[in-house]
């Protein structure tokens, strides 16, 4: 009888463990994204060239893309389509994840919603101080970006710059 007890208190206890270490069911493991084979959409390459282009008439230098980066991208992406809001949650895990797998040294973002052309969005960016100052920030050395859609149709873009 005290073994069946104490094996129940086993069982109870190792429940216990494993339900508390489970993640959060909120879609997003940021030590779970792998720099996985990225598949850009047209879109996608026409900003990371618009971006190079601004930067290289200012005479900074070009941005070298990473996949990882457009990972981590994807990831906030999915998340802002999913809450159907535009915002920079979670941008410390996204930083640290960078960090870790990217030997990131620095990490910008800018995001975006509703605009449907390559030249809109990074015009809207470049319109902005804030989101101008990343974009032209002289230290990024590469870049990253997300595009993806939510059920009306509209697009939803992370982008994001690191200094390595």
Do not use: P
């Not at 697009?155 to 710059?161: R, W």
């Amino acid at each position: 009888m005290k073994s069946l007890k104490i094996n129940l208190l086993l069982l109870v206890l190792l429940c216990t463990v494993i339900t508390s270490c489970s993640k959060e069911d909120d879609g997003i493991y940021f030590n779970e994204i792998n720099e996985a084979k990225v598949e850009y959409s047209v879109m996608e390459l026409e900003i990371l060239d618009i971006i190079n282009a601004h930067r290289e008439e200012l005479g900074l230098n070009g941005l070298i893309n990473l996949n990882i980066i457009s990972s981590v991208a994807l990831s906030h992406t999915t998340y802002m389509v999913e809450t159907q809001l535009v915002n920079h949650n979670n941008f410390a895990e996204r930083q640290e994840n960078l960090v870790i797998k990217a030997n990131a040294k620095s990490v910008g973002e800018n995001v975006a919603y509703g605009f449907n052309t390559s030249n809109g969005v990074v015009n809207g960016w470049l319109n902005s101080d804030g989101h101008r100052a990343i974009i032209e920030n002289r230290d990024y050395t590469h870049f990253g970006i997300s595009i993806a859609q939510n059920s009306e149709g509209r697009n939803y873009f992370t982008q994001i710059f690191i200094k390595q």
